[in-house]
């Protein structure tokens, strides 16, 4: 195999893209066979009902289990984009209304590190604002692990929560929004270009309330980057913060990863504006647009886009949104 080769490593960056590769290819391997042995079981499971070896909910069970597998192939097969197959930088954002909405927040940022955690992927929490009696007013986390965009970019918009809100005196019924945004997290191997005359760094001190969380140096970093739309001519400041660690240096570099992928998603959005304009796509699916509410209350949790909907308020709240993202990319995937 080529990876035995004894200078392979040599060239980091290619070996890991390689390896990449060897990985996507394993994935596929193994995934036909898993379902060959499960539908080779499942054509004997027949047979041994008829001969009462086994029940029929036993077969029932085999059956499931082939179709989900048979489906998670499907849906890996829908993520064929170069940037489906990246990490995911995700920044959720709460809307007006005070503490209910970044109650709002905090609540989704916990369903997304439950779903993260359940699918075994990696997350950092890079920089984060809190609410001012609770919650959080924003929080910008990294998901890292395969195919992290790919899934989590039917996320991308604004989140509707409608409940009785326990910080209303009188009880009422209450609606707030919060925003999610998902953008794929570059590495190294994608080139973007970063004009080093439109970066500028301030410093600042990161650290908790008070008491022993307190950084008593200035390792927290503001990026600023003046970025002028190559297609519309548009100017604008991109503002990035990162406190995820005491080390300045290391915060400078995820800062700057964090604008790097920002450039990218800006041509990516670019690039899709121009496709959808091509197909004529069914529906809108716009940055910051209402894709999905979570009424409490009527114990529903309804996606606008692809009208899919249930009733497991909770488990959703717990990270269960496989069947959301599932619906979302057999209805739009290409």
């Known amino acids: 195999m080529r990876t035995?080769?004894?200078?392979?490593?040599?060239?980091?960056?290619?070996?890991?893209?390689?390896?990449?590769?060897?990985?996507?290819?394993?994935?596929?391997?193994?995934?036909?066979?898993?379902?060959?042995?499960?539908?080779?079981?499942?054509?004997?499971g027949f047979e041994y009902v008829k001969e009462e070896i086994i029940t029929e909910e036993e077969l029932d069970a085999i059956y499931a289990k082939a179709v989900e597998l048979i489906e998670n192939l499907e849906l890996r097969n829908m993520l064929r984009h170069e940037e489906d197959k990246m990490s995911v930088m995700l920044k959720i954002n709460s809307g007006a209304g005070g503490t209910e909405s970044q109650d709002w927040a905090s609540m989704l940022m916990r369903m997304y590190l439950r779903w993260c955690e359940a699918h075994g992927y990696k997350t950092a929490i890079e920089h984060l604002i809190d609410g001012d009696e609770a919650g959080i007013k924003s929080v910008t986390i990294s998901v890292e692990g395969d195919f992290a965009y790919g899934y989590l970019k039917s996320e991308n918009g604004v989140h509707r929560l409608v409940r009785v809100s326990p910080y209303n005196a009188q009880g009422k019924r209450m609606t707030s929004f919060a925003s999610v945004f998902v953008t794929p997290l570059v590495d190294d191997t994608i080139e973007v270009k970063v004009d080093p005359a439109c970066v500028s760094w301030d410093t600042f001190r990161s650290g908790g309330a008070g008491g022993q969380n307190v950084n008593k140096?200035?390792?927290?970093?503001?990026?600023?980057?003046?970025?002028?739309?190559?297609?519309?001519g548009e100017e604008e400041e991109i503002l990035i913060?990162?406190?995820?660690?005491?080390?300045?240096?290391?915060?400078?570099?995820?800062?700057?990863?964090?604008?790097?992928?920002i450039l990218y998603d800006k041509e990516l959005q670019h690039r899709q504006?121009?496709?959808?304009?091509?197909?004529?796509?069914?529906?809108?699916?716009?940055w910051g647009s209402q894709?999905?509410?979570?009424?409490?209350?009527?114990r529903r949790v309804k996606d606008h886009r692809t009208n899919?909907?249930?009733?497991?308020?909770?488990?959703?709240?717990?990270?269960?949104?496989?069947?959301?993202?599932?619906?979302?990319?057999?209805?739009?995937?290409e």
Not at 217 to 227: H, N, T
């Open 241 to 261: 913060e990162n406190t995820e660690t005491r080390d300045q240096p290391k915060n400078k570099e995820n800062a700057m990863r964090q604008l790097r992928s």
């Open 4 to 44: 035995h080769v004894a200078d392979f490593w040599n060239d980091q960056k290619a070996a890991e893209a390689q390896m990449r590769k060897i990985k996507q290819i394993r994935f596929w391997i193994e995934g036909y066979e898993e379902v060959e042995k499960i539908v080779e079981e499942l054509s004997l």
């Open 291 to 298: 894709i999905r509410s979570y009424v409490f209350d009527d």
């Open 273 to 286: 504006a121009e496709q959808r304009k091509i197909e004529d796509s069914k529906l809108k699916i716009e």
């Open 217 to 232: 140096v200035e390792s927290g970093v503001r990026l600023r980057y003046q970025f002028k739309d190559p297609y519309t």
């Open 308 to 333: 899919y909907q249930t009733s497991d308020v909770a488990g959703v709240m717990d990270g269960n949104l496989d069947a959301f993202i599932k619906a979302y990319l057999m209805e739009f995937s």
